[in-house]
């Protein structure tokens, strides 16, 4: 009798397999429901193999012979961490499961619903095994199975140009990162001559290299700045329960492989890691909410907010590393369980804003919020889900992201109060000062999201005749809803599994159960009961006194029209203005007229915005390969005989360079 | 020990309910002597707000559920924080975070400027907008200022960061931090140099932007949330200024913390009377200052620790 | 030192990270004043302290002289060119305060200088550099002056908080020299306006041939 957790993979893995394979026989009559139910049924599964490995001993599983990768075999490593990861990714896909159904309905026609329910699930399995291989051929084969898969899922709509042309972004991103990763791993190999990541312990500058081409490719597939473009890119062109899968969880694969690389194992164990991804970290949370604050289009601005998320956990993890090498035992507990927290939470509240804009996306067909407006009054249970998914995202308490912030915040306060040195002190109150600005900025950026495309009137037809989701499509909003609150109230749960797994790192640090001393549940119901007994009371008033109902205060000058309502970037222009110098934020004004100032016949503006880094840096970068291109497209003309050249001048090359390292 | 916990919870509650409205009018009458007029006299905001909860609402028909929402969960918000901040000079009757106490407030900003957009008005939308630009200077500088205190206790708990007598901070960080905590609180309060609450024109202001669709029972529940933050800041404020002394008796630290904290309704309306209002544009810069202060406070504690 | 001595050393430095965010002229010179004033205050009472009448007597100089005298004629000449405003060069003013206040905190941070200077003498050091920012991030003549005020300031104070590191004597040398350097920049500044009708420095590029 194999344990219960072998059983539980193997049945996720059993309806994940089995989906591919039966949808590809199923010509164009899709069983959607089927399909999806298989989803839901892996999800589970794999939710049930999570909380088994999560309470059983670490093991390694390997698979029998004819599944062998050359050098190493196929094998898998069954702990904590990759448990926790399995939650996090059976926690996000099974509530999407729900909404699949009927979200994909709309795309039946436009594309070839095979490849789509080929592509799911291999993308959700190749997740989870990436998170439980247990060296890098079997990571990489993973890797790039994940790779592929969401890309074909990217491309789902490709007879639009634009999603042909953002896949092919996230393919190029994806190579490149392969790319490094791959060098990476050879690197490591060469240097310890294993492929297990757990016999890989490289300290000092040997760890140097191969950790930086690892770090480089596994944070363009985390969205880390400079390497996030793909995110805003490839997020909008995906069905949103695709974006939601990818924003949600697979974006974390790549920080579990930074996770256990860097902060468990000590595969590669030098400080400069911690600084590099604590500088890179506060850049890309900072910027990637800036950026999210300016953007036009909802699921770009969940995109942006994703890089600002991926920060805020990648300044977690390089604390919690940076913290080990200078000796605060706290604070490398309290940043490790604030990373892995926040990547759940993420999970959660990022996959239903992303469920939230989809239903948005489906019933007004834009996600251009210049054109939506209203839909509060439209489809008012999304309203209320999105503010909740919001709400949850700016870390407002009593919800789940609050607590993995707080533990941020707890971490950088002990750093400021007891490192070692009065620089890292600084660092430590730098980082708090750092995260109440992210802190405060996503909220702007939100309330703005919301407040213009749900509140206020119409802006189009498309808005005014929006209607309510589904229920399929609420029900899984709401599963993911109910998950941010109840994990909000349910801290001391969440950081009990933690504490089992960040002991290790810091075996002699306070528990973190007592440094959670905040009375969640109390402070919540005190809020529910003071607000519902002030709102009973108001009601009861309005019997007596019923609300009156009447039109917008216009200043008398008839009613207003829904142009004249405030939109999305006189909303961002106060707080554009002021991070200018980041946006490269430009107004253009021209007033036309005989008499100008007191007659004008015409007035324009124009607001420009554009990035430094890729006017700057990655336009000239993608010029130049393409001209490169360009000048190899010539060694490719066609010719055999040119070919065998180059092919026989290779092979000579490396036995020569073989022959000369012996 | 049952017993005497509740009656704390009395106390502060009573407190919360009354004395925002009587700082209000201590503005309102200081502001108005200031300026040689006679004034409304002391306790008109009680009766404003009454007769305010006695009138009916008037709500656009754009609006969503959320409008009528907003007011009731900013005024439980703003209780709650009551509760957590010692600003009446004994301790609280709730254990408070800080960082629970910046994020309850931030509960409050959202629903808040969510009401304001809601009915689909430029003016209510035009003062969420400031309100979102202004805490973005206001709030990372309150966050830096109590956070050298934090620093300096080793903990975020009021109870402790917060605590009175031997072993709190030097003078000069809690003035740092008082001149912090004072320039960004009048901005997120929209106060003077940031906002003037007596123009009348709602197209230059923040704080009537925000409630200009809310009316009866809707906009006294709206006012009467942002007289407590005003009154439970300034509280703070006190608090900080109480640290810098040598432990009282209880009564004599809740009279000291009642007459700073009417004390500072006072120098508001002095500055209010005195000052000109900024230019929008000017903003940032005035509250890089208070920014700027709280850094230099934690640097002071991080080079003593 | 006694207990007094570091807050108020911290008080004129942080008087002068103040002007650095500051863009009307008048407030940045009584900031100034204040500055000036309350150095000479403490040379005095470090040179009572210390038995060093010469240095009560240069307190007492830079604190009418400097601190009350050179404020006077300079709101005096700002008033007479009728600018009252200077905009940053290069950096926005907070952005420079956030600069300046950066920079401060790394030169306690890292102390690179623990070779040759005392800790306490760095507030000194940070004193001079906040007056060479000070002269380099604004446009206006008078700016100029005021940021080399600062920079003297900072000189003076190293003299305080390093006693018998200079002879009180140069110290009032130094003063003279200032005083009438001052009244020639002040006076310069008019016959700058006067030739090309502005005082901005930058516009100085032009006169290149």
């Given at each position: 009798?194999?344990?219960?957790?072998?059983?539980?993979?193997?049945?996720?893995?059993?309806?994940?397999?089995?989906?591919?394979?039966?949808?590809?026989?199923?010509?164009?009559?899709?069983?959607?429901?089927?399909w999806?139910?298989?989803?839901?049924?892996?999800?589970?599964?794999?939710?049930?193999?999570?909380?088994?490995?999560?309470?059983?001993?670490?093991?390694?599983?390997?698979?029998?012979?004819?599944?062998?990768?050359?050098?190493?075999?196929?094998?898998?490593?069954?702990?904590?961490?990759?448990?926790?990861?399995?939650?996090?990714?059976?926690?996000?896909?099974g509530?999407?499961?729900?909404?699949?159904?009927?979200?994909?309905?709309?795309m039946?026609?436009?594309?070839?619903?095979?490849?789509?329910?080929?592509?799911?699930?291999l993308?959700?399995?190749?997740?989870?095994?990436?998170?439980?291989?247990?060296?890098?051929?079997t990571?990489?084969?993973?890797?790039e199975?994940?790779?592929?898969?969401?890309?074909?899922?990217?491309?789902?709509?490709?007879?639009?140009?634009?999603?042909?042309?953002?896949?092919?972004?996230?393919?190029?991103?994806?190579?490149?990162?392969?790319?490094?990763?791959?060098?990476?791993?050879?690197?490591?190999?060469?240097?310890?001559?294993?492929?297990?990541?757990?016999?890989?312990?490289?300290?000092?500058?040997?760890?140097?290299?191969?950790?930086?081409?690892?770090?480089?490719?596994?944070?363009?597939?985390?969205?880390?700045?400079?390497?996030?473009?793909?995110?805003?890119?490839?997020?909008?062109?995906?069905?949103?329960?695709?974006?939601?899968?990818?924003?949600?969880?697979?974006?974390?694969?790549?920080?579990?492989?930074i996770?256990?690389?860097?902060?468990?194992?000590?595969?590669?164990?030098?400080?400069?890691?911690?600084?590099?991804?604590?500088?890179?970290?506060?850049?890309?949370?900072v910027?990637?909410?800036?950026?999210?604050?300016?953007?036009?289009?909802?699921?770009?601005?969940?995109?942006?907010?994703?890089?600002?998320?991926?920060?805020?956990?990648?300044?977690?993890?390089?604390?919690?590393?940076?913290?080990?090498?200078?000796?605060?035992?706290?604070?490398?507990?309290?940043?490790?369980?604030?990373?892995?927290?926040?990547?759940?939470?993420?999970?959660l509240?990022?996959?239903?804003?992303?469920?939230?804009?989809?239903?948005?996306?489906?019933?007004?067909?834009?996600?251009d919020?210049?054109?939506?407006?209203?839909?509060?009054?439209?489809m008012?249970?999304?309203?209320?889900?999105?503010i909740?998914?919001?709400?949850a995202?700016?870390?407002?308490?009593?919800?789940?992201?609050?607590?993995?912030?707080?533990?941020?915040?707890?971490?950088?306060?002990?750093?400021?109060?007891?490192?070692?040195t009065?620089?890292?002190?600084?660092?430590?109150?730098?980082?708090i000062?750092?995260?109440?600005?992210?802190?405060?900025?996503?909220?702007?950026?939100?309330?703005?999201?919301?407040?213009?495309?749900?509140?206020?009137?119409?802006?189009?037809?498309?808005?005014?005749?929006?209607?309510?989701a589904?229920?399929?499509?609420?029900?899984?909003?709401?599963?993911?809803?109910?998950?941010?609150?109840?994990?909000?109230?349910?801290?001391?749960?969440?950081?009990?599994?933690?504490?089992?797994?960040?002991?290790?790192?810091?075996?002699?640090?306070?528990?973190?159960?007592?440094?959670w001393?905040?009375?969640?549940?109390?402070?919540?119901?005190?809020?529910?009961?003071t607000?519902?007994?002030i709102?009973?009371?108001?009601?009861?008033a309005?019997?007596?006194?019923?609300?009156?109902?009447?039109?917008?205060?216009?200043?008398?000058?008839?009613?207003?029209?829904?142009?004249?309502?405030?939109?999305?970037?006189?909303?961002a222009?106060?707080?554009?203005?002021?991070?200018?110098?980041?946006?490269?934020?430009?107004?253009?004004?021209?007033?036309?007229?005989?008499?100008?100032?007191l007659?004008?016949?015409?007035?324009?503006?124009?607001t420009?915005?554009?990035?430094?880094?890729?006017?700057?840096?990655?336009?000239?970068l993608?010029?130049?390969?393409?001209?490169?291109?360009?000048?190899?497209?010539?060694?490719?003309?066609?010719?055999?005989?040119?070919y065998?050249?180059?092919?026989?001048?290779?092979?000579?090359?490396?036995?020569?360079?073989?022959?000369?390292?012996? | 020990m049952?017993?005497?916990?509740?009656?704390?919870?009395?106390?502060?509650?009573?407190?919360?309910?009354?004395?925002?409205?009587?700082?209000?009018?201590?503005?309102?009458?200081?502001?108005?002597?200031?300026?040689?007029?006679?004034?409304?006299?002391?306790?008109?905001?009680?009766?404003?707000?009454?007769?305010?909860?006695?009138?009916?609402?008037?709500?656009?028909?754009?609006?969503?559920?959320?409008?009528?929402?907003?007011?009731?969960?900013?005024?439980?918000?703003?209780?709650?924080?009551?509760?957590m901040?010692?600003?009446?000079?004994?301790?609280?009757?709730?254990?408070?975070?800080?960082?629970?106490?910046?994020?309850?407030?931030?509960?409050?900003?959202?629903?808040?400027?969510?009401?304001?957009?809601?009915?689909?008005?430029?003016?209510?939308?035009?003062?969420a907008?400031?309100?979102?630009?202004?805490?973005?200077?206001?709030e990372?500088?309150?966050?830096i200022?109590?956070?050298?205190?934090?620093?300096?206790?080793?903990?975020?708990?009021?109870?402790?960061?917060?605590?009175?007598?031997?072993?709190?901070?030097?003078?000069?960080?809690?003035?740092?931090?008082?001149?912090?905590?004072w320039?960004a609180?009048?901005?997120?309060?929209?106060r003077?140099?940031?906002?003037?609450p007596?123009?009348?024109?709602?197209?230059?202001?923040i704080?009537?932007?925000?409630?200009?669709e809310?009316?009866?029972?809707?906009?006294?529940?709206?006012?009467?949330?942002?007289?407590?933050?005003?009154?439970?800041?300034?509280?703070?404020?006190?608090?900080?200024?109480?640290?810098?002394?040598?432990?009282?008796?209880?009564?004599?630290?809740?009279?000291?913390?009642?007459?700073?904290?009417?004390?500072?309704?006072?120098?508001l309306a002095?500055?209010?009377?005195?000052?000109?209002?900024?230019?929008?544009?000017?903003?940032?810069?005035?509250?890089?200052?208070?920014?700027?202060?709280?850094i230099?406070?934690?640097?002071?504690?991080?080079?003593?620790? | 030192?006694?207990?007094e001595?570091g807050?108020v050393?911290?008080?004129?430095?942080?008087?002068?990270?103040?002007?650095?965010?500051?863009?009307?002229?008048?407030?940045?010179?009584?900031?100034?004043?204040?500055?000036?004033?309350?150095?000479?205050?403490?040379?005095?009472?470090?040179?009572?302290?210390?038995?060093?009448?010469?240095?009560?007597?240069?307190?007492?100089?830079?604190?009418?002289?400097?601190?009350?005298?050179?404020?006077?004629?300079?709101?005096?000449?700002?008033?007479?060119?009728?600018?009252?405003?200077?905009?940053?060069?290069?950096?926005?003013?907070?952005?420079?305060?956030?600069?300046?206040?950066?920079?401060?905190?790394?030169?306690?941070?890292?102390?690179?200088?623990?070779?040759?200077?005392?800790?306490?003498?760095?507030?000194?050091?940070?004193?001079?550099?906040?007056?060479?920012?000070?002269?380099?991030?604004?446009?206006?003549?008078?700016?100029q002056?005021?940021?080399?005020?600062?920079?003297?300031?900072?000189?003076?104070?190293?003299?305080?908080?390093?006693?018998?590191?200079?002879?009180?004597?140069?110290?009032?040398?130094?003063?003279?020299?200032?005083?009438?350097?001052?009244?020639?920049?002040?006076?310069?500044?008019?016959?700058?306006?006067?030739?090309?009708?502005?005082?901005?420095?930058?516009?100085?590029?032009?006169?290149?041939?």
């Amino acid at each position: 009798m194999p344990p219960l957790s072998h059983l539980f993979l193997g049945a996720a893995a059993l309806f994940w397999l089995v989906l591919p394979l039966a949808a590809l026989f199923d010509g164009q009559h899709t069983h959607r429901r089927a399909w999806s139910a298989l989803i839901g049924l892996g999800a589970l599964t794999l939710l049930g193999a999570a909380v088994t490995v999560l309470y059983a001993r670490p093991e390694s599983l390997t698979l029998p012979l004819p599944f062998f990768l050359g050098t190493a075999p196929i094998a898998f490593h069954l702990d904590m961490l990759a448990a926790w990861f399995l939650a996090v990714i059976a926690l996000s896909s099974g509530p999407a499961a729900f909404y699949l159904h009927d979200y994909m309905e709309h795309m039946k026609t436009r594309t070839d619903m095979r490849v789509f329910w080929t592509a799911l699930p291999l993308l959700l399995l190749s997740m989870a095994l990436v998170v439980l291989a247990a060296n890098a051929l079997t990571f990489l084969i993973a890797w790039e199975v994940m790779s592929l898969s969401s890309f074909l899922l990217v491309a789902t709509d490709h007879r639009n140009a634009s999603t042909r042309q953002a896949a092919l972004v996230y393919l190029g991103a994806t190579r490149v990162g392969t790319a490094f990763l791959a060098g990476g791993f050879l690197w490591a190999h060469a240097l310890t001559g294993s492929w297990v990541f757990q016999n890989w312990h490289l300290a000092g500058v040997r760890a140097l290299g191969p950790g930086l081409l690892l770090l480089t490719g596994l944070g363009v597939k985390a969205g880390m700045w400079p390497f996030h473009l793909w995110l805003p890119a490839a997020h909008p062109a995906a069905p949103s329960p695709v974006s939601a899968l990818m924003s949600g969880v697979m974006v974390k694969t790549a920080l579990y492989a930074i996770v256990r690389l860097f902060l468990f194992s000590r595969a590669f164990a030098h400080p400069a890691f911690g600084y590099i991804l604590l500088i890179l970290g506060s850049v890309s949370a900072v910027w990637g909410i800036l950026f999210a604050l300016i953007q036009e289009d909802i699921k770009r601005i969940l995109a942006y907010s994703t890089v600002e998320n991926v920060g805020l956990i990648l300044i977690g993890i390089g604390g919690a590393i940076s913290a080990r090498f200078l000796g605060v035992a706290g604070a490398v507990q309290l940043g490790a369980a604030a990373a892995l927290f926040q990547i759940l939470n993420h999970a959660l509240f990022k996959s239903l804003l992303f469920l939230g804009a989809g239903s948005v996306d489906l019933r007004t067909h834009t996600r251009d919020l210049t054109k939506l407006g209203g839909l509060g009054k439209r489809m008012p249970y999304t309203f209320g889900l999105f503010i909740l998914g919001a709400a949850a995202i700016c870390g407002l308490p009593p919800l789940n992201g609050f607590a993995a912030e707080w533990l941020l915040y707890q971490g950088s306060l002990h750093i400021a109060a007891q490192g070692t040195t009065p620089l890292l002190r600084c660092c430590g109150v730098l980082m708090i000062g750092q995260t109440a600005l992210v802190g405060v900025l996503s909220l702007a950026c939100y309330t703005r999201a919301l407040g213009v495309a749900f509140q206020g009137r119409p802006r189009t037809r498309a808005a005014e005749e929006a209607k309510e989701a589904s229920r399929g499509m609420l029900l899984a909003q709401g599963l993911l809803a109910a998950g941010c609150a109840g994990l909000g109230l349910a801290v001391p749960l969440a950081l009990s599994i933690l504490q089992r797994l960040v002991t290790p790192l810091a075996p002699n640090a306070v528990p973190l159960a007592s440094v959670w001393t905040l009375p969640m549940p109390m402070l919540a119901l005190l809020l529910v009961f003071t607000t519902g007994g002030i709102a009973m009371w108001m009601e009861s008033a309005a019997r007596r006194q019923p609300v009156r109902k009447f039109i917008t205060w216009e200043c008398g000058f008839g009613d207003l029209t829904p142009r004249m309502q405030v939109a999305s970037g006189s909303f961002a222009q106060p707080i554009a203005r002021m991070f200018s110098a980041f946006y490269r934020y430009a107004i253009h004004l021209h007033i036309d007229g005989v008499n100008r100032r007191l007659f004008p016949e015409e007035i324009t503006v124009e607001t420009k915005t554009g990035a430094v880094l890729e006017t700057r840096i990655y336009h000239p970068l993608v010029r130049w390969v393409d001209r490169a291109g360009d000048w190899i497209v010539q060694m490719q003309a066609g010719s055999i005989h040119l070919y065998l050249l180059t092919m026989f001048g290779t092979l000579l090359l490396l036995l020569a360079i073989g022959g000369f390292t012996r | 020990m049952r017993f005497a916990s509740i009656l704390l919870l009395a106390f502060y509650l009573i407190h919360a309910l009354t004395l925002p409205l009587l700082l209000a009018g201590v503005i309102q009458f200081s502001k108005s002597r200031f300026l040689n007029r006679q004034g409304p006299p002391l306790l008109q905001p009680f009766w404003d707000i009454a007769k305010l909860f006695s009138k009916g609402e008037i709500i656009s028909e754009t609006t969503t559920g959320v409008f009528r929402l907003a007011p009731i969960i900013s005024i439980a918000v703003m209780l709650c924080t009551a509760l957590m901040i010692p600003w009446l000079g004994v301790s609280a009757p709730l254990p408070g975070d800080l960082f629970l106490i910046i994020y309850l407030m931030a509960v409050e900003k959202f629903v808040t400027q969510l009401a304001a957009l809601d009915a689909g008005s430029s003016f209510g939308a035009l003062g969420a907008s400031r309100k979102a630009a202004v805490s973005i200077a206001a709030e990372p500088a309150v966050v830096i200022a109590l956070a050298a205190l934090a620093a300096h206790a080793h903990s975020s708990s009021v109870s402790l960061f917060l605590a009175t007598g031997p072993g709190s901070a030097n003078l000069f960080v809690l003035l740092l931090v008082v001149a912090a905590l004072w320039l960004a609180v009048t901005a997120e309060l929209a106060r003077m140099p940031v906002d003037d609450p007596t123009t009348h024109l709602e197209l230059t202001m923040i704080h009537e932007a925000l409630i200009l669709e809310n009316s009866g029972r809707n906009l006294a529940l709206r006012e009467f949330a942002a007289a407590i933050e005003m009154t439970v800041l300034f509280g703070l404020i006190a608090r900080v200024l109480l640290m810098a002394l040598p432990p009282f008796s209880p009564v004599t630290a809740y009279l000291l913390s009642l007459g700073l904290i009417l004390a500072a309704g006072v120098a508001l309306a002095l500055m209010e009377s005195i000052l000109v209002k900024l230019r929008w544009r000017k903003i940032p810069s005035l509250l890089s200052f208070a920014l700027t202060a709280g850094i230099i406070a934690n640097l002071i504690v991080v080079l003593k620790g | 030192m006694s207990f007094e001595f570091g807050p108020v050393a911290a008080c004129t430095v942080l008087l002068g990270l103040w002007m650095t965010g500051l863009t009307q002229l008048p407030s940045k010179l009584m900031l100034y004043a204040l500055q000036t004033v309350t150095l000479g205050l403490l040379a005095i009472w470090v040179g009572k302290q210390h038995g060093e009448p010469a240095l009560v007597a240069a307190g007492t100089a830079v604190a009418l002289l400097k601190g009350v005298a050179v404020p006077v004629y300079l709101n005096r000449v700002v008033r007479r060119l009728g600018c009252r405003r200077d905009e940053g060069l290069l950096l926005a003013p907070p952005l420079l305060l956030f600069a300046t206040a950066g920079a401060l905190g790394a030169l306690m941070l890292l102390h690179p200088f623990s070779r040759q200077i005392a800790p306490s003498a760095l507030p000194t050091i940070g004193m001079l550099f906040i007056g060479m920012v000070l002269m380099v991030s604004r446009r206006l003549a008078v700016s100029q002056i005021i940021g080399f005020l600062v920079l003297e300031n900072g000189i003076f104070f190293y003299t305080i908080a390093q006693p018998h590191s200079m002879p009180p004597v140069v110290e009032l040398g130094v003063l003279m020299d200032i005083l009438a350097g001052t009244m020639l920049a002040g006076l310069l500044t008019f016959r700058i306006r006067d030739s090309f009708e502005h005082i901005d420095v930058t516009e100085l590029k032009q006169l290149r041939g």
